[in-house]
Structures are given as structure tokens and as C-alpha cells.
T-cell receptor, first 111, second 114 residues
Framework: RKEVEQDPGPFNVPEGATVAFNCTYS??????FFWYRQDCRKEPKLLMS???SGNEDGRFTAQLNRASQYISLLIRDSKLSDSATYLC????????????FGKGTKLSVKP | DAGVIQSPRHEVTEMGQEVTLRCKPI?????LFWYRQTMMRGLELLIY????????DSGMPEDRFSAKMPNASFSTLKIQPSEPRDSAVYFC????????????FGPGTRLTVL
């Protein structure tokens, strides 16, 4: 299994839709997980951190399934401004502070 | 705080030339990371420093790449000689205490090697 694997998409959804992305990881010892958001031709920025079973922030919900080693990101009531690439991020085995970034899932929200 | 500062923002050079990318991390952040992003390979970690000391440079592609951090407020990534396959966006990021703390990225340097 790759260290971090994501469906590249693109996911094309209408405004108001609910969309979910999954990410699988290989390091079973990881304790912290992250979703970063990257807009076109911009730098990645932290969207959410996930430390236990999950985390919710407004329309965004991240869930962690340790048994199956996957993380999901759910976006409810999609907005045009949610269009971006979403990067799943996990510390690698033996991390001393570094992270592994997935290649990202591209979301396009249409009017 | 101004955030992570990178220069130049764009660089176009010819194969064989030396390229130097610069980064100023957020003040007080002990960790500095250099990444390279391409469509094919995504965001790859090249090297990272803790308190100005390189911790892991296993991601540096080859001897043509070198990175330094002479002090807590400045780092450079040098490519000599540059090749067309080095064309990518190079990001610098800094963090207070990763992995639990957020990595803050600079705006990146878009490098094109002709």
C-alpha cells in the first residue's frame, strides 16, 4: 500500500451537493492526520486536523477509521468557493516532524 | 507576521545554469521544509531542518541539489547545474512543532528550465 493514496478526481458537483473524499494510509502507528486545501496556483493551507475518531468544522467533517486505515472528508452544502484540490496528509513511519502529502483530490463546484 | 516569504516567485533559466531559491520562515518556527510539486509526482519533501540542522535530505533528487540554513531566518535551495526535468513549483514551509502543528507554506517559486 502506498503511504498516502487518494482518488485524484475530478469531482464535479452542483452547488448545494454533499461530496465525500477518501484517503488511505499505510502507517498504522500514525496519531495525527490532516486535510490541506490548495487553490489553483496557490500554496497548500491547513483545512482540518484529525486526532481521534473525527472532527467537524461547519460544513466540513473529517472522519478517521483506524481499523481500515482511511480518512474521509465530507463537505455539505457545497459552495463555488469550495472548488480546490484537497490533500490528505499523514506523518510517515518514523517521522521526526515531516509529513507525507497525498496527490490530492480535485473538486469543482458548478453553479 | 508576513508569513513565509520566498523569492523569486518566478524563475526562467536555461539548462546548465545555477538556480538559487530563497526562503524566510515565520519567526519563531523551528522547522523548515523544502518541497517540490509537479503534476505527475504531487508534493514531494526534498529536505527539512530543525533549528537550522538538516534532519532528512533523503528526498533530494541528486547531487545537483543542495540546501542550507545558515541561520533561523534564512534558507536556500540551490540547483547546479539545472535541467529541464527540474521544472516545478518549489515550496518552502515552516512549523513550530510538527507534525501536530500546522505547516505554513510560502507562495512558492515557479521554476522553468529551458
Amino acid at each position: 500500500r502506498k503511504e498516502v493514496e487518494q482518488d485524484p478526481g475530478p469531482f464535479n458537483v452542483p452547488e448545494g451537493a454533499t461530496v465525500a473524499f477518501n484517503c488511505t494510509y499505510s502507517n498504522s502507528a500514525s496519531q495525527s492526520f490532516f486535510w490541506y486545501r490548495q487553490d489553483c496556483r496557490k500554496e497548500p493551507k491547513l483545512l482540518m486536523s484529525v486526532y481521534s475518531s473525527g472532527n467537524e468544522d461547519g460544513r466540513f467533517t473529517a472522519q478517521l477509521n483506524r481499523a481500515s486505515q482511511y480518512i474521509s472528508l465530507l463537505i455539505r452544502d457545497s459552495k463555488l468557493s469550495d472548488s480546490a484540490t484537497y490533500l490528505c496528509v499523514v506523518p510517515p513511519r518514523g517521522s521526526q516532524g515531516n509529513l507525507i502529502f497525498g496527490k490530492g483530490t480535485k473538486l469543482s463546484v458548478k453553479p | 507576521d508576513a508569513g513565509v516569504i520566498q523569492s523569486p516567485r518566478h524563475e526562467v533559466t536555461e539548462m546548465g545554469q545555477e538556480v538559487t531559491l530563497r526562503c524566510k520562515p515565520i519567526s519563531g518556527h523551528d522547522y523548515l521544509f523544502w518541497y517540490r510539486q509537479t503534476m505527475m509526482r504531487g508534493l514531494e519533501l526534498l529536505i527539512y531542518f530543525n533549528n537550522n540542522v538538516p534532519i532528512d535530505d533523503s528526498g533530494m533528487p541528486e547531487d545537483r541539489f543542495s540546501a542550507k540554513m545558515p541561520n533561523a531566518s534564512f534558507s536556500t535551495l540551490k540547483i547546479q547545474p539545472s535541467e529541464p526535468r527540474d521544472s516545478a513549483v518549489y515550496f518552502c514551509a515552516s512549523s513550530l512543532s510538527p507534525p501536530k502543528d500546522e505547516q505554513f507554506f510560502g507562495p512558492g517559486t515557479r521554476l522553468t528550465v529551458l
